[in-house]
């Protein structure tokens, strides 16, 4: 009869490591679970055996069940072998303690001789008769429960094991489960696998050998054969120890003469194992000399026909059949895995007619490719799998599907073993999963997304026409979630990441900038921009990449008109040569520079430019980033009504995105423009939750700590709480937001003004206008500043020409909301005669409009000091009757309508009628407008550079 040798045991050193700390754990009295997974004929049973062959095992009670296909519908079959085993090994006398008065587990096992039982005993009374067992056994020795090959496991011994493994803890005992892949098993097989995984057990999944551990068991085997033949082992074997104890084995004489049928029949089956095509999908273990009667084999071979191509000849020359003496006449497979094979083919055949059958009834059935792809999946274990691809690649391309549902249909299809083999719809697979998971959020996921599509070295177009967008998605999603920071300083070398964008050394270089630009010093900036300066000569993709990198040196050397300009010229070159990817990158650098050198305009163009291309893409990773980056500049435009509204579409992406860091950067943005508009508690909430968001620390990040900064410094020199440490190379910072970076030291000198260090403020007013030429915009932050030291000083004269001058320029560089507080400081400045009433109502009008509060009621105070009427329509308080008055008034303390009507004396229905009237009256929305027109309209409000009297 046909056998293989029992080869050495090699490798499997980790899972050798946890089974054994899984044994020690039993033998302490702690219990262990351990869920082994794997390939039929990978080693799992091997790996197990071999732990409890070890000295610390050998005072254990094993008990172990082998679960086969033919007991699958047999009940309580795995929980009988498990039962039968542990009695088996012990003694009469514990054999009797242990299972005296449990007779539920007569009905299992048939301890006692006679008629066998026709009726099981009820479920709950056999568990407990189960877990009772084991304890009275653990009582004596530690307890291995061992299920081999558990996908085979019958569903009530699976709900039986499953109590058992539920109260193992504490004893003396190890749970150890091996099969194949158990999600895949029945029900109550997958409950008790995600029992086990819940309950803390150990997972195992083992993999397959490599080449030097196959040689190691050659060798180790005693065979030495020609280097050709340990080749051709290593190969056939596959890294499945079984195909190599069937290689190993070898021929051998039977002895017998095949008969002429039978001789024919082997002729055939050698005639389809010799194609040399694939590997057989799944080789299940079989003990050897399993028998198949020659009907089967007929059977087998011309029903089976397409299956069996799909099965690699193990080796030319290996006997597959021998006789087996005595009748009936039986011929034996010689490999143990053709034996399986065979066995699986013939269910096989059946199997996949039926589920044919069923795909084209559902496909009739069904109409909707979503519906029917759901229903597919619930069904996968009965569909055909070419079918079920077909169904959910039409599904993933439905309008109807929404992206939840294209990355769940993808990624059961990328998941297919059908769909491995083509490389190009997997590539685009990968990019629309990419896509689907960017919509979502999910920027990790889109990242190792894009990941395997690069991987699969196949160009493939985006919707739009353009260059596969995966290169600079990978790019900007690296940037936004971090994945290449610096460990311990030390930057990532790009050409040590094996995809194909990093082949290029254009590319390298840009994307080595970005990382820089986001983790690192200006030193390393610095010599990463020199490094993509040196590309030119790199073709087109090369010239872009150098005009990056003159811009970003140029930028570092205080030359923002010059890094503008460069910018400026690497957008232009990658537009030229349709390069969507750098141009964006490219657009980033304007977005950066062009405001810093009077070119906010241009930044603003720009940055709608490269929203404009991330809409019509779909690209929703840059599209994000431009909506934060529209946000800063409509902010600096003084239009804060269109930041808050890109703010919260930025804030749309983030609110369902996995990544920390794109909530944090929504949150800081909600904390600057709260600040700018005088909500300083929602402001401070706002920098706490960014705080919360991204645990990595906002301070080790280079753009994160400057909106933190810039939101930080707003409300310390607002509120009086202290001076902000401005580092003194901030505006080296360029890989931040620069634009807000050059607020620093004006707010810095403002903080030191308000608390008498004229010596700070000296410096800084020095600092801001040194950027006189390259960022002028800048230095007339320092005239301001200027201003209002001479102010302090008791010489308004000189304070409002500097103040004049800073509103001017900053008005002149479109910087809406610095100018029009710097007009309103050197209005202040100016006597009765002099002041300009069209000047405060365009004030009173623009501060309106942007919600500013705190602007607004400043410049309410001076025209009312100037008699200046204001047109505040139905904004004024006396619309509202004294009644309505003290609602509002209570309202805005917080009270709740209930405790507003116990204060009143009212019912809650006549305070939410005040409510309403109220809000109709003064034209706000809801309670929030209603506390900001309360704030607005605060007679004792002062604050900002606000040095003056109230009136």
Not at 400 to 429: G, K, M, N
Not at 723 to 740: A, E
Request: glycine share 8%; hydrophobic share 45%.
């Amino acid at each position: 009869m046909g056998g293989h040798k029992r080869l050495p045991f090699v490798g499997r050193t980790s899972e050798l490591t946890t089974l054994r700390r899984a044994l020690l754990s039993c033998l302490e009295g702690s219990g262990a679970l351990v869920l082994a997974e794997g390939e039929a004929g990978i080693g799992k049973t091997r790996l197990c055996e071999e732990v409890l062959a070890e000295e610390p095992g050998q005072g254990v009670l094993v008990c172990s069940a082998n679960c086969r296909p033919a007991t699958r519908a047999v009940p309580y079959a795995a929980l009988s072998a498990l039962l039968r085993s542990a009695i088996d090994r012990m003694d009469p006398i514990r054999k009797s303690s242990a299972s005296v008065g449990l007779q539920a587990l007569e009905g299992v096992l048939h301890l006692n001789d006679g008629q066998i039982f026709t009726q099981l005993p009820p479920e709950a009374m056999l568990t407990d008769a189960v877990s009772e067992f084991f304890r009275r056994l653990t009582d004596h020795q530690p307890v291995v429960v061992f299920v081999d090959s558990a996908d085979f496991l019958d569903e009530p011994s699976a709900r039986a094991l499953a109590v058992l493994a539920d109260r193992s803890a504490g004893r003396k005992i190890l749970f150890l489960l091996c099969g194949r892949d158990l999600r895949t098993a029945a029900p109550d097989i997958q409950r008790l696998r995600a029992q086990l995984l819940r309950s803390d057990g150990e997972y195992l999944r083992l993999a397959r050998l490599d080449e030097a551990e196959v040689m190691k068991l050659i060798t180790r085997a005693g065979h030495g054969p020609s280097g050709a033949r340990t080749a051709r082992l290593v190969k056939a074997s596959k890294g499945l120890p079984l195909y190599l104890a069937g290689e190993l084995a070898g021929p051998t004489s039977s002895g017998s003469e095949l008969p002429p049928t039978v001789r024919v029949l082997v002729e055939e089956i050698n005639a389809e194992l010799d194609s040399d095509e694939q590997e057989l999908v799944r080789m299940l273990a079989l003990s050897p000399g399993r028998g198949l009667v020659p009907e089967a084999l007929t059977e087998a071979l011309f029903d089976g026909r397409k299956q069996l191509d799909e099965v690699m000849r193990l080796a030319a020359g290996i006997p597959l059949i021998t006789m087996e003496n005595g009748p009936p006449e039986r011929w034996v497979l010689r490999h143990p895995a053709y034996a399986q094979v065979l066995l699986e083919l013939m269910a096989e055949t059946e199997c996949q007619d039926m589920r044919r059958k069923l795909t084209a009834a559902l496909r009739n059935r069904v109409r909707d490719p979503v519906v029917l792809a759901e229903q597919c999946l619930a069904r996968r274990n009965e569909i055909d799998g070419d079918e079920l691809a077909g169904v959910l690649a039409a599904a993933a391309e439905s309008p109807d599907a929404s992206y939840e549902d294209i990355v769940q249909f993808l990624t059961e299809l990328l998941a297919l073993p059908v769909f491995h083999s083509d490389q190009i719809s997997r590539q685009l697979r990968y990019e629309q999963l990419a896509a689907a998971q960017q919509q979502l959020g999910d920027l990790e996921g889109a990242d190792a997304s894009l990941s395997r599509a690069l991987e699969q070295e196949a160009v493939v177009r985006t919707p739009g026409g353009e260059l596969a967008s995966a290169r600079v998605q990978i790019g900007l999603t690296s940037w936004e979630t971090g994945k290449y920071a610096p460990v311990s300083g030390q930057f990532p070398d790009p050409s040590g990441i094996d995809l194909p964008l990093f082949h290029d050394p254009s590319y390298r270089a840009v994307i080595k900038l970005v990382w820089c630009s986001r983790h690192g010093t200006a030193d390393q900036a610095r010599s990463a921009a020199a490094e993509a300066a040196g590309c030119s000569r790199f073709g087109t993709n090369g010239q872009v990449a150098a005009a990056i990198g003159r811009s970003v040196e140029a930028a570092l050397d205080g030359s923002y008109r010059q890094a503008a300009f460069h910018a400026r010229d690497a957008r232009a070159a990658a537009g030229g040569s349709n390069q969507v990817d750098l141009r964006i990158l490219a657009s980033l650098l304007i977005f950066r520079f062009a405001p810093l050198s009077g070119g906010l305009g241009l930044a603003t163009e720009a940055a709608e430019e490269m929203l404009a291309e991330s809409e019509a893409m779909g690209l929703p990773t840059p599209r994000f980033a431009t909506h934060v980056w529209l946000s800063i500049l409509r902010h600096l435009q003084g239009d804060l009504l269109a930041a808050e509204q890109h703010r919260q579409l930025a804030s749309f992406s983030a609110a369902s995105s996995a990544s920390a860091r794109t909530q944090a950067k929504t949150a800081l943005l909600a904390a600057l423009l709260q600040a700018e508009r005088g909500e300083f508690a929602r402001a401070g909430a706002s920098l706490a939750a960014a705080q919360r968001s991204y645990a990595a620390g906002i301070e080790d990040d280079a753009q994160l700590y400057s909106l933190a900064l810039y939101a930080r410094a707003v409300v310390a020199v607002q509120l009086g709480d202290g001076t902000p440490r401005i580092l003194p190379d901030t505006l080296q910072l360029w890989g931040s937001y620069p634009q807000t970076i050059a607020m620093l030291p004006f707010l810095s000198g403002l903080a030191a003004l308000r608390q008498g260090d004229g010596h700070l403020a000296a410096r800084r007013i020095d600092e801001l206008k040194a950027h006189q030429t390259e960022s002028p915009a800048v230095a007339a932050l320092g005239f301001r500043l200027q201003g209002l030291v001479a102010l302090q000083r008791g010489d308004p004269q000189a304070a409002g020409e500097s103040l004049r001058v800073a509103a001017d320029s900053l008005d002149q560089y479109g910087l809406r909301l610095y100018a029009a507080q710097t007009r309103l400081e050197w209005a202040e400045t100016l006597s009765g005669t002099q002041l300009a009433r069209d000047s405060i109502l365009g004030l009173l009008e623009y501060f309106g409009s942007q919600q500013v509060g705190w602007w607004l009621q400043r410049t309410r105070r001076l025209a009312r000091r100037h008699r200046i009427p204001e047109n505040r329509g139905r904004r004024e308080g006396a619309v509202l009757t004294q009644r309505q008055a003290d609602v509002v008034r209570l309202a805005c303390e917080g009270l709740s309508n209930a405790e507003i009507a116990s204060r009143l004396f009212l019912s809650e229905r006549t305070v939410e009628t005040h409510l309403h009237t109220a809000y109709s009256r003064l034209n706000v929305a809801s309670r929030i407008g209603l506390t900001a027109w309360a704030r607005e309209n605060l007679p004792d409000f002062s604050t900002g550079t606000d040095t003056l009297p109230s009136p």
